[in-house]
């Protein structure tokens, strides 16, 4: 049994309701709840963080370094454009990920366009909305069954 670790960034705790046009109408609580129960079905177990603070969001990297994660699926949200700090701890973690965006970053305004986090994530699905997440999850679960 593997342990996975969802990290959602800042906003992600709004889903549903933020932007449904841009981000869906599946909340943060839908996709937890359904990688949860794809986690137990491959006989993995999940856990997850959804965090506004970056002081959290490291902490929780730091902390996976030692308490046995074995794989992380990261929606870096707002981070994702200006966090070298997460980029750092991630990089300590010495933990594979896969990068999930809910919209497609690469049709969005220039600013959002570039990702701190792509170059060293294992992979990266952007724009398949909440479905990235769960494709996400049977990448992970391939890679750890390797």
Known sequence: MAKILA??????????????????????DDINQRCSAMCDEA???????????????INRLHAARTDGTDFMIVNFGGFTHTSIAIRDAILAAEIPFIEV???NLHSREEYRQHSYFSDIAIGSIVGLGAQGYELALQAAFKRLAA
Do not use: C, K, M, V
């Open 7 to 28: 990290l959602h960034g800042p906003n992600l705790n709004l889903l549903g309701h933020r932007e449904p046009h841009i981000y869906g109408s599946d909340t943060l």
């Open 43 to 57: 006989g993995h177990e999940f856990n997850s963080l959804q965090s506004n603070a970056e002081e959290e969001f």
């Open 101 to 103: 965006h809910l919209s």
